[in-house]
């Protein structure tokens, strides 16, 4: 009996392994474990709070102000006022007075050049001056002699004709003297030495650019550099480049506030005086040019930053500073919405006004409501 009994046992014990192998088999998604619910990725936005009158709304009011635009630039001399400096005589250097970078006056001698031009140039008007006293001589003579009939009108006339061609001969001499830069009365001074010319300063300025060295040889103007450029820096121009996205936002006659690098709390007015036609292929920005009135701390190649107000004002939104999340490099408000819940926004903010108040310049509009102080809203809903 007890042999019938284990044998009976180890059939049902058998039976019920190859019946649950069987229903493993059959019915796989019955031991799976249940679908995960996702939320929806802007219910990321969305803060549930048990009590939010504990977090007061302020309504955002409206204020106008001109659209702005901030920029980099580089300080650069003014075109209109940069002259440069050029030798029409060729020759060498023997005395350079003037360096890069220096301050000069106008008619201040900035090199000596001696020069071959200018030695023939002084001989030619020296054989001038020379024919023409001859000829005056000649003349008087003539004149002496026809008032006691020795000669007849003719021969006045011929002396008359040959001291006008003396007399512009000397003439296109001196003029030659001048245009190559000799001072005929300094000149004339120093006859017995070399000939040697001064190279002098057209205006008044800063000598920006020097393309001279000492004992070096000077050229005539075919294929030469200047000696010097001299740019008056009164007045200087802010080269900026500004995207293409932006170019509506900028017009010729704009006022423009000009903060340099190096004096960062100095703010310099200026005027949009061209935008350039052109954009850059590369970088699809174009130049604009802001002219400003030097009070003497810009200096050519200073690094500033230009900020553009455009002639019609904008209506925008203010908010408190308060009710602004700085998150992500992005600015945030919370709006307030129906079952005790608020939706955070993405705003972009604008200029920091008065009274603790910040500029909305879009995302909301002047008349909505938003949580007077973010913050505590952003740490209640992260514990």
């Given at each position: 009996?007890?042999?019938?009994?284990?044998?009976?046992?180890?059939?049902?014990?058998?039976?019920?392994?190859?019946?649950?192998?069987?229903?493993?088999?059959?019915?796989?998604?019955?031991?799976?474990?249940?679908?995960?619910?996702?939320?929806?990725?802007?219910?990321?936005?969305?803060?549930?709070?048990?009590?939010?009158?504990?977090?007061?709304?302020?309504?955002?009011?409206?204020?106008?102000?001109?659209?702005?635009?901030?920029?980099?630039?580089?300080?650069?001399?003014?075109?209109?006022?940069?002259?440069?400096?050029?030798?029409?005589?060729?020759?060498?250097?023997?005395?350079?007075?003037?360096?890069?970078?220096?301050?000069?006056?106008?008619?201040?001698?900035?090199?000596?050049?001696?020069?071959?031009?200018?030695?023939?140039?002084?001989?030619?008007?020296?054989?001038?001056?020379?024919?023409?006293?001859?000829?005056?001589?000649?003349?008087?003579?003539?004149?002496?002699?026809?008032?006691?009939?020795?000669?007849?009108?003719?021969?006045?006339?011929?002396?008359?004709?040959?001291?006008?061609?003396?007399?512009?001969?000397?003439?296109?001499?001196?003029?030659?003297?001048?245009?190559?830069?000799?001072?005929?009365?300094?000149?004339?001074?120093?006859?017995?030495?070399?000939?040697?010319?001064?190279?002098?300063?057209?205006?008044?300025?800063?000598?920006?650019?020097?393309?001279?060295?000492?004992?070096?040889?000077?050229?005539?103007?075919?294929?030469?550099?200047?000696?010097?450029?001299?740019?008056?820096?009164?007045?200087?121009?802010?080269?900026?480049?500004?995207?293409?996205?932006?170019?509506?936002?900028?017009?010729?006659?704009?006022?423009?506030?000009?903060?340099?690098?190096?004096?960062?709390?100095?703010?310099?007015?200026?005027?949009?005086?061209?935008?350039?036609?052109?954009?850059?292929?590369?970088?699809?920005?174009?130049?604009?040019?802001?002219?400003?009135?030097?009070?003497?701390?810009?200096?050519?190649?200073?690094?500033?930053?230009?900020?553009?107000?455009?002639?019609?004002?904008?209506?925008?939104?203010?908010?408190?500073?308060?009710?602004?999340?700085?998150?992500?490099?992005?600015?945030?408000?919370?709006?307030?919405?129906?079952?005790?819940?608020?939706?955070?926004?993405?705003?972009?903010?604008?200029?920091?006004?008065?009274?603790?108040?910040?500029?909305?310049?879009?995302?909301?509009?002047?008349?909505?409501?938003?949580?007077?102080?973010?913050?505590?809203?952003?740490?209640t809903a992260e514990e």
């Amino acid at each position: 009996m007890w042999k019938t009994l284990a044998t009976l046992a180890t059939c049902l014990i058998a039976g019920g392994l190859l019946w649950s192998c069987g229903q493993s088999k059959a019915d796989p998604k019955a031991e799976a474990p249940p679908p995960a619910i996702i939320e929806h990725a802007t219910q990321l936005n969305i803060v549930q709070v048990n009590d939010p009158e504990h977090f007061p709304l302020v309504t955002a009011t409206a204020h106008k102000a001109a659209p702005e635009l901030a920029v980099t630039g580089v300080i650069a001399a003014d075109a209109s006022r940069s002259v440069p400096v050029v030798s029409l005589a060729s020759g060498r250097l023997v005395d350079i007075r003037a360096r890069l970078g220096d301050t000069v006056e106008k008619g201040q001698v900035l090199v000596r050049i001696q020069s071959a031009d200018v030695s023939g140039a002084l001989s030619d008007y020296r054989k001038a001056v020379a024919d023409e006293n001859l000829a005056r001589t000649q003349l008087e003579r003539a004149r002496d002699l026809f008032d006691h009939g020795a000669i007849s009108m003719n021969d006045v006339q011929v002396a008359e004709d040959a001291e006008d061609k003396a007399k512009v001969d000397l003439e296109n001499g001196r003029e030659r003297l001048r245009i190559l830069g000799v001072d005929l009365d300094t000149q004339n001074a120093t006859a017995d030495r070399e000939a040697l010319v001064d190279i002098v300063a057209p205006v008044s300025g800063v000598i920006v650019e020097q393309n001279v060295t000492q004992a070096a040889g000077v050229k005539t103007l075919d294929n030469s550099p200047n000696l010097f450029t001299i740019a008056d820096l009164s007045h200087v121009w802010i080269l900026c480049d500004v995207y293409e996205n932006d170019l509506a936002s900028v017009r010729v006659g704009d006022s423009a506030d000009v903060r340099l690098n190096a004096y960062p709390g100095r703010v310099i007015k200026g005027k949009v005086g061209n935008i350039g036609a052109v954009l850059d292929p590369n970088l699809h920005t174009a130049k604009v040019r802001i002219e400003v009135a030097n009070p003497g701390i810009m200096r050519v190649g200073m690094f500033v930053t230009a900020t553009f107000h455009g002639q019609k004002p904008e209506l925008h939104a203010e908010v408190p500073a308060s009710a602004i999340l700085h998150l992500h490099d992005r600015d945030w408000v919370f709006e307030p919405e129906a079952g005790n819940r608020f939706r955070r926004t993405e705003v972009v903010s604008g200029d920091t006004l008065p009274n603790g108040m910040q500029e909305i310049v879009s995302g909301i509009q002047a008349g909505q409501s938003v949580v007077a102080d973010a913050l505590v809203l952003e740490n209640t809903a992260e514990e």
